[in-house]
T-cell receptor, first 113, second 115 residues
Framework: DAGITQSPRYKITETGRQVTLMCHQT?????MFWYRQDLGHGLRLIYY???????DKGEVPDGYVVSRSKTENFPLTLESATRSQTSVYFC????????????FGAGTRLSVL | GENVEQHPSTLSVQEGDSAVIKCTYS??????FPWYKQELGKRPQLIID?????GEKKDQRIAVTLNKTAKHFSLHITETQPEDSAVYFC??????????????FGTGTRLTVIP
């Protein structure tokens, strides 16, 4: 579990500001994912990446941007934060060896005021 | 896309009793079904998973069953203990064969084990 880290763990920002959440994994996993967790909705996929320079939208991508220039990093950017983006954000990674097991980071709790 | 429904949303059991959580999925192409446990303030962690070529899998006090025909899968926890109290999520995935590694999660079940 220590192989995937998220930063910051807590963030407070204001409406309209840009904020970037970082995710770093040391396993050289091909796949990386960003989820948001809200009460009553479980975990919803925002974006995912199958490899460096390959990203794709998930269930709730609006208002978010991702990039993956290196295999180990997968930052998530909120270009203009809104109150509805207040949530807990989890990054996850998985390998491509036929296993689908996703390992989650510790999460970032984001509050947009 | 895949739609996973999970029931119940909350479940309270006496210590030592069994707990059962049920999920249904919509996409017949899904072939991998993991269960995650999330303790308060912690990250989700995989506790057991099952693939579509297997009907049941056990690991000590936890077991998962899969009915592909009915598109149902369930988590069974026997001899529950207070440390089993957590939120449990089921998920479904089409698997790497199709190039899809995305998990579609249920909305979670908050299990409380009463000492």
């Amino acid at each position: 579990d220590a192989g995937i880290t998220q930063s910051p763990r807590y963030k407070i920002t204001e409406t309209g500001r840009q904020v970037t959440l970082m995710c770093h994994q040391t396993w050289s996993h091909s796949y990386m994912f960003w989820y948001r967790q809200d009460l009553g909705h479980g975990l919803r996929l925002i974006y995912y990446s199958a490899a460096a320079d390959i990203t794709d939208k998930g269930e709730v991508p609006d208002g978010y941007v991702v990039s993956r220039s290196k295999t180990e990093n997968f930052p998530l950017t909120l270009e203009s934060a809104t109150r509805s983006q207040t949530s807990v954000y989890f990054c996850a990674s998985s390998g491509s060896s036929g296993k689908n097991i996703q390992y989650f980071g510790a999460g970032t709790r984001l509050s947009v005021l | 896309g895949e739609n996973v429904e999970q029931h119940p949303s909350t479940l309270s059991v006496q210590e030592g009793d069994s707990a059962v959580i049920k999920c249904t999925y919509s996409d017949s192409a899904s072939n991998y079904f993991p269960w995650y446990k999330q303790e308060l303030g912690k990250r989700p962690q995989l506790i057991i998973d099952i693939r579509s070529n297997v009907g049941e899998k056990k690991d000590q006090r936890i077991a998962v069953t899969l009915n592909k025909t009915a598109k149902h899968f369930s988590l069974h926890i026997t001899e529950t203990q207070p440390e089993d109290s957590a939120v449990y999520f089921c998920a479904a995935c089409q698997g790497p064969q199709t190039g899809a590694n995305n998990l579609f999660f249920g909305t979670g079940t908050r299990l409380t084990v009463i000492p």
